[in-house]
C-alpha cells in the first residue's frame, strides 16, 4: 500500500524552529515538501532528488534545510527562523513512476 504520512506540525512563535518528517510506505519515493495558504495556490516548497540535489522556493532559502534517510523513504524538513508568512498545510510529495502521491499535510501556524 502506497502512503506518504507527514508529522511534526504545529504551533510555533515567529523566530522558532520546527521539523516536518514524512515517512513513505509501499514503493513510492518521497522527494519533497509542498505548502499551500488559506486562499493561495499549493507551492513548492523544497525538493531533493537522485545523488541529493536540492532546490528551495527563494522564500525559504537559508531557513529551511531538507534532508533524507539512506534508505531514501523518509524525508526531513528543518525550518528555522519560521516567519507568519510560512504559516500553511505542509504536504509530503512522493513519486512512483510517473505518478505522483501527496501525503494528508501537516498544519504549520506560526504566531506574530
Known amino acids: 500500500q502506497v502512503q506518504l504520512v507527514e508529522s511534526g506540525g504545529g504551533l510555533v512563535q515567529a523566530g522558532g524552529s520546527l521539523k516536518l518528517s514524512c515517512a513513505a510506505s509501499?514503493?513510492?519515493?518521497?522527494i519533497g515538501w509542498y505548502r499551500q495558504a488559506p486562499g493561495k495556490q499549493r507551492e513548492l516548497v523544497a525538493t531533493?532528488?537522485?545523488?541529493?540535489?536540492?532546490n528551495y522556493a527563494d522564500s525559504v532559502k537559508g531557513r529551511f534545510t531538507i534532508s533524507r534517510n539512506k534508505a531514501m523513504t523518509t524525508v526531513f524538513l528543518q525550518m528555522n527562523s519560521l516567519q507568519p508568512e510560512d504559516t500553511a498545510v505542509y504536504y509530503c510529495?512522493?513519486?512512483?513512476?510517473?505518478?505522483?502521491?501527496w501525503g494528508q499535510g501537516t498544519q504549520v501556524t506560526v504566531s506574530s
Open positions: 510529495k512522493g513519486l512512483l513512476g510517473s505518478a505522483d502521491y
Open positions: 531533493i532528488v537522485g545523488g541529493g540535489l536540492t
Open positions: 509501499g514503493r513510492v519515493r518521497p
